[in-house]
Structures are given as C-alpha cells and as structure tokens.
C-alpha cells in the first residue's frame, strides 16, 4: 500500500517568506508525527497529532511554526517568516496509533532551503 | 527530558566484519527504545525495537540489539555486515508522553 507522502519534495524560498509543507501520513493512521533534521543530526521532535487535535506541540521552535490536522488525515506544517536558521529536512510520520512501543512509519520528508 | 547518545559518528568496516554501534538513553521510567535505518535515498524504516519482554531483540535483515537496563544501553550489533548494510543508523526513544527523540546517527560504510 502507499506510504507517507510530503510535498514538496523541495522547496527553496527567502528569507521572511511563509512556507508550507503537506503530509499525507497512511490511510488509517490516527497518530501523526513531524520532525525536523538538520544536517548531521538526528530527527527532533517538533509536534504531533492525535486524530485532528495537536496531543503535543512542545517541539515547535516558536510561534512562527504552526501545524494543522483539520480532518484527521493529511497535515500541513506551516512556518511565517523563515529564517535561514530554518533550513533543514522536514519529516513526517505516521503510526496506526498513539503509543511509545508503536513503529512509526517516516514519509521522504521535505528539503527547506532558506536564502 | 529524554536524550540519546550514539557515540560513533562514522564506523568504516569491510564486509563481513562485525558490527556494534552505541546508544545509551538518559530516561529512566517505562522503557521503548527503536533502531531505525535510512538507506542511500531512502525513507527512515524501522530496523527493530525493544519493548518488554527479551532484552535481546531480533530486527530485520541479521541486525540484534541488547537492552541493558543498568547501563542504560541498547547497542546495535551484526555479526556479518554486508555492502548493503551501508546507511545510517539512529537510535530512538520516547518519553511517557509520547515525544521521540532521537540519536544524531552514526553513517556507516561497507566496503566490498
């Protein structure tokens, strides 16, 4: 079956811009996850979903990180006025449920690059 | 908060050499702990992952991790790389609230 998509793949935008990065998690998932990795690190928690509600948005860097649900499936991460400090791989993930033992299942993420 | 450590940065091993990789947590309540894999342009895919039960877990593709309580570890290991091993690896774990947080990963490189 289909896994996690993200689009765009890439995106290229300047500084002081609003950006926004979709994900489709897998059909049927209730839990939804974004990170961020920058380069030579790991992935960092930045919020996630239980159905439509954000369970936990401790991660988001500050308020100009955003992140909706609206229906429970796909997500929108949004960032307003990017800073070049916000270039970085965006991830998205999915598990069929909320839980710290459950995999969670990753999308290709999106490349930021803030000029 | 939780934190994880991966203490090897970059391991080079030539195929069929034996790998261990690092990871100890700081997180000491109810314990989950994850290896995932990224392989050359690909997703992040889970490898394997402990949550009760044996402390030695089986993962995909002949990879094994021991979960040490007293040490706080959960190291990698694989008796017999091959080429296609080659990737990175990260260690993962969450917290009771459900955030994951992760090891900064170690690249490994097989050379045939």
């Known amino acids: 079956g289909a896994g996690v998509s993200q689009t765009p793949s890439n995106k290229v935008t300047e500084k002081g811009k609003y950006v926004e990065l979709r994900c489709d998690p897998i059909?049927?998932?209730?839990?939804l996850y974004w990170y961020r990795q920058s380069l030579g690190q790991g992935p960092e928690f930045l919020i996630y979903?239980?159905?439509?509600?954000?369970?936990?948005d401790s991660g988001l860097p500050n308020d100009r990180f955003f992140a909706v649900r609206p229906e429970g499936s796909v997500s929108t991460l949004k960032i307003q006025r990017t800073e070049r400090g916000d270039s970085a791989v965006y991830l998205c993930?999915?598990?069929?449920?909320?839980?710290?033992?459950?995999?969670?299942?990753f999308g290709p993420g999106t490349r930021l690059t803030v000029l | 908060a939780q934190s994880v450590s991966q203490h090897n940065h970059h391991v080079i091993l030539s195929e069929a050499a034996s790998l261990e990789l690092g990871c100890n947590y700081s997180?000491?309540?109810?314990?989950?702990l994850f290896w995932y894999v990224q392989y050359p342009g690909q997703h992040l895919q889970l490898l394997l992952k402990?949550?009760?039960?044996?402390?030695l877990v089986k993962g995909i593709k002949g990879f094994e991790a021991e979960f040490i309580k007293s040490k706080f570890s959960f190291n990698l290991r694989k008796p017999s790389v091959q080429w296609s091993d080659t990737a990175e690896y990260f260690c993962?774990?969450?917290?009771?609230?459900?955030?994951?947080?992760f090891g900064t990963g170690t690249s490994l490189t097989v050379i045939p």
């Open positions: 993930a999915s598990s069929p449920q909320l839980g710290t033992s459950v995999e969670q299942f």
């Open positions: 059909s049927g998932h209730t839990a």
């Open positions: 402990y949550f009760s039960g044996d402390p």
């Open positions: 993962a774990a969450p917290e009771a609230g459900n955030q994951f947080y």
């Open positions: 997180y000491g309540g109810t314990v989950n």
């Open positions: 979903f239980q159905g439509t509600g954000a369970a936990d």
